[in-house]
């Protein structure tokens, strides 16, 4: 194992031996193993660990077990104590995703600021194959299927040579003390699910199913490569730059061979996700001024052109709904619909608006609330403050200033999630309903 993994760093030009790697070390059996290789080494390596306190006394033992074990050998110690589900909870996103986010957050930080080289993850071969399986239950491109790489930026995954059961057998022949995860068992989790219940049922089929989906994998990343150089030449027909721009030509795009695809791989750089991109190819004939946001970028439509922009840090950003908007995808997932009195039925969700639509003012305008903002609450004749509003309806300080408004005329229509102005209501008199939801997603 020690020989094939320095055969792995110098073939795949993982990092020079001058080099200072920051080693992701969790103290189960695949990062224990990581650790025990560079022990042995004459690489220079600090290590880093995260207690997510996901697992209560079995994350802070995992901590204490690793500090041991690294000072012992006089390593340098990085170390972190998150609040992850909170995290997940106020970002709307999984606690496995939450945790990806505050890891390599971290680490990244800490190796800015220590002056290490590379991070250095346990990632091996069956993290491969599983990462295959997650990204085509996802809507990805090749570039998902091509699994995880050896060398991404500043991330190194030195066992990625390995399979887990040739891990498993290094750890007990050289009596590598590791903390065992119970949740690695729990099929609640995509990845453990995947591992557990999927890849044996290929094993069933084929023995030599992980061995060949390798090379699978690799013939892929073949592809990649071909792919991307038509990719790149394409981009060159349709996408010019001027004073921090990015600027892309309809009229070129819609005429290549591939118009869908190539847009969606110009956004992807600027973080617009497919959905996004969809949409957008969608209404490339349709009026100019719509607007698209990602976490980075605006995107703007012009008759002839697309115009993208890198967001200014902590904008206040202001988006808008247009009287022909059937979706918006930004600051969230809107469904917009039109419906007659007669097909209408009334939905009770914090998530829904239902509307008059004659009382409305276009284009909608969504934004964060600030002090000073009154609406008149429904079921209220008279007007209230937001921020006293939302102290009587029990609002957490930090879902406050996640709080977004939708707003006709100055006037406020929808606190977002909580309640809509009594003004804008449905009345007999109603004829055409707007309704605004929140997608769960």
């Known amino acids: 194992m020690y020989s094939r993994f320095n055969e792995f760093v110098y073939t795949h030009h993982l990092f020079d031996p001058g080099q200072k790697v920051l080693l992701a070390v969790s103290g189960g059996m695949d990062s224990m193993v990581l650790l025990h290789l560079f022990e042995k080494s004459t690489f220079i390596y600090g290590v880093v660990h995260c207690n997510f306190q996901l697992r209560g006394n079995d994350s802070d033992q995992d901590e204490e077990f690793v ?28 606690v496995e ?41 996802r809507k990805t491109g090749i570039r998902g299927l091509t699994g995880i790489k050896e060398k991404s930026g500043h991330i190194i995954r030195p066992l990625l040579f390995a399979t887990r059961q040739e891990i498993e057998q290094y750890a007990r022949i050289s009596y590598i003390e590791f903390r065992q995860d119970r949740t690695n068992n729990e099929v609640i989790y995509q990845r453990n699910f995947i591992r557990h219940k999927i890849l044996p049922l290929f094993q069933q089929l ?15 990343r073949d592809a990649e490569d071909v792919y991307s ?5 394409a981009k060159k027909k349709v996408v010019t730059f001027h004073d921090n721009q990015t600027i892309i030509h309809i009229q070129s795009l819609q005429v290549s061979p591939f118009p869908e695809t190539l847009l969606f791989e110009i956004l992807a750089e600027y973080n617009f996700n ?31 052109l697309l115009f993208i922009t890198p967001l200014p840090e902590n904008e206040e950003r202001i988006y808008y709904i247009e009287k022909e908007d059937i979706e918006l995808y930004a600051p969230f997932i809107l469904h917009v619909e039109k419906i ?16 008059d639509l004659q009382k409305l003012e276009f284009p909608l305008l969504i934004r964060k609330w600030q002090q000073g903002d009154y609406f008149q609450p429904l079921g209220m004749d008279g007007f209230k403050k937001l921020s006293d509003f939302l102290i009587d309806e029990k609002v957490p300080v930090h879902e406050k200033e996640n709080t977004w408004l939708l707003c006709s005329a100055q006037k406020i229509v929808w606190v977002m999630g909580h309640r809509i102005d009594n003004r804008f209501k449905i009345t007999p008199k109603t004829a055409v309903i707007l309704k605004i939801e929140i997608s769960a997603e």
């Open 229 to 233: 150089i038509g990719i790149e030449e």
């Open 274 to 304: 497919a959905r996004t991109a969809g949409h957008l190819f969608r209404r490339l004939d349709s009026e100019p001024g719509k607007q698209f946001f990602s976490k980075t970028h605006r995107l703007v439509k012009d008759r002839e």
């Open 97 to 137: 995703m939450a945790a990806r986010e505050l890891r390599y957050t971290f680490f990244e930080e800490v190796r800015m600021t220590h002056h290490y080289d590379f991070i250095g993850t346990a990632h091996h071969q069956d993290d491969l194959l599983e990462t295959f399986f997650l990204n085509l239950s």
């Open 206 to 220: 084929n023995p030599a199913f992980k061995t060949n989906l390798a090379e699978t994998i690799l013939n892929l």
């Open 67 to 94: 500090r041991q074990q690294v000072t012992s050998h006089g390593v340098p110690f990085f170390f972190r104590r998150f609040e992850t589900e909170e995290h997940a909870r106020i970002n709307g996103i999984s």
């Open 340 to 355: 007659h009195r007669k097909d209408f039925q009334m939905i009770q969700s914090p998530l829904v608006a239902c509307l």
